[in-house]
């Protein structure tokens, strides 16, 4: 997935300056809210000001220790917990944590201060301070919490900005594959060597003239009605691919020899559509066929769901620079659509291109 996708409109170090005094300034406007007559306002500006500085401190501190642990919460819990597979679970598990983080951090407040003034003199809690410890965890809680929705929004907001990006770019490889499908479709090379081919089968064998142009028809239909899909299964690919085989076969003889060795519980999985043409067509394109020494592709599956195109290397010389756009086609389509990604391999003699299976 590209860098462009990865993260919310707000990175971590900004939302941890923005969460921290956010919080700050919410924690007194929540606090005089709750008790606008608590004695803590009436002597509030009549200390001295390095206790007034020191209670603006331990305030921020508070804050900052709050903000810090949210993003840490939500950080972590985005490695384990999607909110796209269990929202529910994840608000209650992120709430939990939350509370407990808030409440631990009060405790340890809270203790500190008693200690500090335990060492002075045998100190009892006022009922006044005792409600203003409740009033502080409450509006802690409170500022957590909208803490946690600020991060639930910046999800959303990611998500929506990701899903957006990624749609847009699947929608122009979908129409870059429709394109290369329709060059296929109007190549005259193409569409003159079926007919060519087509022609002779009627003339010799009709019945196999009638299988050709019904094969023919296939291949055209499978392009306009899948080229625009997102996944398409491999048990369709390989019914287009017998399609598309049986016409390389009528037309090169054997020239091309095709080796198929598919898992059949495997079929069910899915590829990007047209995948396994564009490689076929690959081999053909770049290699050369001949009775006597026939191209071999092989198409089988391994043992960690991928399914392996390979053909042996017979390059035809003297030829242009490959622009490669069906490979990088598919290969962009994979980043899109899942994290695993196409493998090519070259060895001595051998072209192998290893394609994920995926799940839907």
């Known amino acids: 997935m590209t860098e462009s996708r990865k993260g919310g409109f707000l990175s ?200 050709y142009a019904e094969n023919f028809s296939r291949i055209y239909r499978y392009m306009l009605v899948n080229s625009k899909k997102d996944l398409i299964s491999l048990e369709d690919e390989l019914m287009f691919l017998d399609s598309y085989m049986f016409l390389i076969q009528n037309r090169l003889g054997s020239g091309v020899l095709f080796e198929i060795a598919v898992n059949p519980e495997y079929r069910h999985l899915y590829m990007p559509p047209l995948t396994l043409q564009m490689l076929v067509e690959n081999a053909l394109k770049h290699n050369q066929t001949s009775k006597k020494k026939p191209l071999i592709v092989r198409i089988y599956t391994n043992d960690q769901f991928e399914l392996i195109v390979e053909n042996v290397l017979m390059p035809i010389e003297k030829t242009h620079d490959s622009s490669e756009i069906g490979m990088k086609n598919i290969i962009r389509r994979y980043n899109l659509l899942s994290e695993k990604e196409p493998q090519i391999v070259r060895e001595p003699g051998l072209f192998k291109v290893i394609i994920p299976l995926l799940k839907r």
């Open 12 to 211: 971590n170090n900004r939302k941890r300056i923005l969460f921290t005094v956010s919080a700050f300034l919410l924690m007194y406007l929540v606090y005089y809210i709750l008790d606008p007559f608590s004695e803590y306002w009436s002597v509030f500006f009549n200390r001295k000001f390095p206790e007034i500085l020191e209670d603006l401190f331990v305030t921020f501190l508070v804050c900052l220790v709050i903000s810090e642990s949210s993003i840490r919460v939500d950080n972590l819990l985005n490695k384990f917990f999607s909110w796209k597979e269990s929202p529910v679970f994840r608000l209650a598990i992120e709430t939990a944590l939350n509370l407990l983080a808030v409440l631990l951090i009060n405790w340890l407040v809270n203790y500190w201060f008693c200690s500090i003034n335990s060492e002075t003199k045998n100190y009892i809690p006022s009922l006044e301070e005792r409600r203003g410890f409740m009033q502080w965890v409450t509006v802690s809680v409170i500022i957590s919490l909208m803490i946690m929705g600020f991060n639930i929004g910046n999800h959303l907001i990611s998500n929506w900005k990701n899903e957006t990006i990624r749609m847009a770019e699947l929608n122009q490889l979908a129409v870059e594959a429709e394109l290369q499908s329709l060059k296929l479709q109007i190549d005259p090379h193409f569409v003159f060597n079926n007919l060519s081919v087509l022609s002779e089968l009627i003339l010799e064998d009709q019945q196999l003239g009638y299988n």
